[in-house]
């Protein structure tokens, strides 16, 4: 993947659009977006469109989040997404989503393509599973940061 920081910045435009598309259900704007984002990658533009339907049926699927800060300082414990979701059938569930996977595979992309000297992402081996582990505290990964680490070890070990 031959990415560099102007066309990584355009296509986490182009994807949060996407995902706007998919809710207004704009089919000509989805397939101009679509275009937009496969001249920069296919193999990102797939992974977009997965999560945009992941996170879409996530809320679908789950009961409505608490604010994590709030719950934080409430429980002491950190938020774990997967424990309000009431449909375990659903394919999202066993692939750990958070409804937030887009926005997770996006940013921790960012490491290798846009910050690949930053001092978190050297110190934890160039592992953005680590780094969210040390970033967030979660015991569990959330399916976009698992697929951020595929294209990592692909493209930038």
């Known amino acids: 993947m031959n990415i560099n920081e102007a066309n990584y910045r355009m296509f986490e435009i182009y994807a949060r659009e996407y995902k706007k598309s998919i809710k207004g259900n704009n089919e000509n704007q989805l397939i101009t977006i679509e275009n937009k984002m496969n001249q920069i990658s296919e193999e990102l533009t797939e992974y977009t469109k997965e999560f945009c339907k992941l996170d879409i049926e996530f809320n679908e699927n789950s009961n409505e989040l608490p604010d994590p800060i709030k719950y934080f300082m409430e429980n002491g414990e950190v ?63 959330p399916y976009g940061v698992k697929c951020a680490q595929v294209i990592n070890e692909k493209y930038f070990k």
């Open 79 to 141: 938020l774990e997404p997967y424990d309000y979701i009431n449909n375990t059938l659903w394919e999202g569930f066993w692939k750990k989503c958070t409804g937030k996977d887009l926005e997770y595979f996006m940013s921790y992309l960012e490491y290798p393509i846009i910050y690949p000297k930053h001092e978190n992402y050297l110190d934890n081996g160039k592992n953005l599973i680590k780094v969210f582990k040390e970033e967030t505290g979660f015991s569990k990964i």
